[in-house]
């Protein structure tokens, strides 16, 4: 089994940023599609950002599109969220996710059926 470790969250005012990290033990997050999802509270888990493994393309929902970046760091096999200009609105509990291959054709990666590993998620808390 994989394990994925987030932290980094916390209480931000509306305007600030937070990085979460997410350290893989026994994954290798290059070898995956990796992504990050929230859920607020009495709503569904969502995607956010993602890293597809098959070309390195990142794709964001169109609620953070240009305000948040994903990245990963091979050397260090972890994945990154920043997180700029936030709004009450992103708050809610964050996972770390990864898939393994192979993937459904037409899969989009910011949809979590098809993730196989998940983080125990980190709490984003965005208020003034």
């Known amino acids: 089994q994989g394990q994925l470790v987030e932290s980094g969250g916390g209480l931000v005012q509306p305007g600030g940023s937070l990085r979460l990290s997410c350290a893989a033990s026994?994954?290798?997050?290059?070898?995956?599609?990796v992504g990050w999802f929230r859920q607020a509270p009495g709503k569904e888990r969502e995607g956010v950002a993602c890293?597809?493994?098959?070309?390195?393309?990142?794709s964001y929902s169109d609620s953070v599109k240009g305000r948040f970046t994903i990245s990963r760091d091979n050397a260090k096999n972890t994945m990154y969220l920043q997180m700029n200009s936030l709004k009450p609105e992103d708050a809610g509990v964050y996972y770390c996710?990864?898939?393994?291959?192979?993937?459904?054709?037409?899969?989009?990666?910011?949809?979590?059926?098809?993730?196989?590993?998940w983080g125990q998620g980190t709490q984003v808390t965005v208020s003034s």
């Open positions: 996710a990864a898939a393994r291959p192979p993937y459904r054709y037409g899969w989009s990666c910011l949809d979590l059926q098809g993730f196989d590993y």
């Open positions: 026994t994954l290798t997050l290059r070898s995956y599609t």
């Open positions: 890293i597809s493994r098959v070309d390195g393309v990142t």
